[in-house]
């Protein structure tokens, strides 16, 4: 009997380490899969950025760049505005925002099936925790002012504006107007300078009638000094500097040799040709500006779809939304650059999620420029406008030809 317990003593507290072992590797595991979904979290927040921006034509530099360099090339072009850019980009930024939120949940563990079948207690009160905060959040937001108010409502007016301008399958209010006097920018401009005039506070009758309120002035919405202060001037000079150097790269007749050093190309199939398109830039983009890579590969891009005979937008459109595509990197875009900052990502973590997400976007390019595209861009002829480039340009090397002879 002595000899008994002297054993059950002896094994209990080897129970209790094995209990306490166990319970240390249950929070360490757990700490590790804390530290994946933040992960998750934050490369979704940098991705998710790049990818919208894709969607409207001003939401990224690329894309105001394409705009600039197709006025410059080819000036009788106008399939590329605000509505036909949305009709085409938003589709392809949802579906690409789906399938990149399929492939994070999947490597950071929120689609794990073994975490299906763990108890749901300590996510329902995580949520109520998190339920609770962001209910007392909005509610320190307080109510509507004026003054934001009226500025949703400016907005989404010139979002209607934007997309009703031209939206090609109806008449759009543009064509009340002589033909190429009303573009976008001329809607967003006339926004701008009504901001300037409407008053901030919501007006009172009492004013013209208060004398001594009649030397109070109700401020704008907008003035000069913000614009001064926030307007990002250095875009719109690396915009201007993008749209220089193309005329440069036609005038001086750059893009004409370019477009000859790439005859070996012209006789592969367009739909390999975005491809390799869409993977240089891809590649090229991780390590420089996409403003700049845009700059440098548009030109050369519409070059080559001209010797190919086919429609430069079919080349040049996936070629601009791909440059904004740039997941790998830290220095890729200023988003990721925020994202790498919190010292949580690892530089392989980035490129383990980001080289999966770039073959993502490409294969959903490919599949839009080839379906829905076709239709948006009129991309299934070689058009007029692409015709007379090439004529205008063949007619000004013979000159040039002629007078050095």
């Known amino acids: 009997m002595s000899c008994f317990i002297s054993d059950d003593s002896s094994s209990h507290p080897q129970k209790l380490e094995t209990e306490a072992n166990f319970t240390t590797g249950q929070q360490r595991k757990e700490k590790e899969n804390q530290k994946r979904l933040w992960k998750g979290f934050l490369v979704c927040i940098p991705y998710a950025a790049s990818i919208g921006g894709t969607a409207t034509l001003t939401g990224t530099a690329p894309n105001l760049l394409l705009l600039g360099q197709l006025k410059t090339y080819f000036p009788g072009c106008n399939m590329v505005n605000f509505a036909s850019w949305f009709m085409f980009c938003c589709p392809v930024a949802i579906l690409f925002l789906f399938a990149g939120w399929l492939w994070i949940a999947f490597l950071y563990g929120g689609l794990n099936p073994r975490s299906w079948t763990r108890k749901k207690a300590n996510n329902t009160e995580s949520q109520a925790r998190v339920r609770a905060r962001i209910k007392n959040d909005y509610k320190n937001l307080g109510p509507l002012t004026f003054a934001e108010c009226a500025v949703l409502v400016f907005f989404a007016f010139f979002v209607a504006l934007l997309l009703t301008r031209d939206p090609k399958f109806i008449p759009g209010w543009a064509s009340i107007f002589p033909k190429g006097y009303v573009s976008d920018a001329v809607t967003g401009m006339t926004f701008v300078l009504v ?162 997400m770039n073959l993502l976007g490409i294969f959903l390019l490919l599949l839009a420029i080839n379906t829905w595209g076709l239709y948006v861009f009129e991309l299934s002829t070689y058009p007029d406008w692409a015709r007379i480039h090439t004529q205008d340009a063949q007619n000004g090397t013979m000159i040039s030809l002629n007078g050095t002879i």
């Open 195 to 356: 901001l300037c005039f409407f008053p901030s506070q919501k007006p009172s009758l009492k004013w013209w009638f208060d004398p001594k309120a009649s030397g109070k002035m109700n401020p704008p919405l907008l003035n000069w000094k913000k614009i001064q202060k926030d307007l990002p001037w250095n875009v719109v000079l690396l915009l201007g500097g993008g749209f220089a150097i193309a005329k440069g790269c036609e005038a001086s007749g750059l893009s004409i040799w370019i477009g000859n050093q790439l005859q070996p190309m012209v006789t592969i199939k367009p739909t390999t040709a975005i491809i390799l398109i869409c993977l240089l830039i891809s590649c090229f983009t991780e390590f420089a500006s996409n403003t700049a890579t845009i700059v440098i590969m548009l030109p050369i891009v519409a070059e080559l779809a001209l010797h190919m005979r086919v429609n430069p937008l079919y080349l040049m459109v996936p070629a601009t939304v791909v440059g904004s595509y740039a997941f790998m990197l830290p220095i890729s875009t200023p988003p990721n650059s925020i994202a790498f900052a919190t010292g949580n990502l690892r530089v392989i973590d980035m490129v383990k999620s980001g080289f999966i």
